[in-house]
C-alpha cells in the first residue's frame, strides 16, 4: 500500500521546500527575538518573537507564510536596538 496515495485522498499533502525553509527560519528568528526580548525586557521583542515561533502551525500556504514572516522580521529589524 502506498502511504502517500492514501494520505493524499485524505486531503493531506506534504508541505513544499520552501514552506520548510521559511518555517525553520522564521522560528530561529523567532527565537532569537523572544531570548532577546526576555532578557533586556522588552515586550514588543517578546511577543514578536512568540508569533514568528507559532504563526507557522496556523499557515498553509507559502506565499502567505513568507509574507508573514517578513513583515514580522521587518518589524523587528526596527525595534531591535
Do not use: C, E, H, N
Amino acid at each position: 500500500m502506498d502511504s502517500l496515495a492514501t494520505l493524499q485522498t485524505m486531503g493531506l499533502s506534504l508541505p513544499s521546500p520552501a514552506y520548510l525553509i521559511g518555517s525553520l527560519l522564521f522560528g530561529l528568528v523567532g527565537y532569537a527575538a523572544w531570548r532577546r526580548g526576555r532578557a533586556m525586557g522588552r515586550a514588543p521583542l517578546t511577543w514578536t518573537g512568540v508569533a514568528l515561533m507559532v504563526y507557522p502551525y496556523a499557515v498553509d500556504d507559502t506565499l502567505l507564510l513568507w509574507l508573514v514572516g517578513a513583515a514580522l522580521s521587518a518589524f523587528l529589524a526596527l525595534r531591535w536596538k
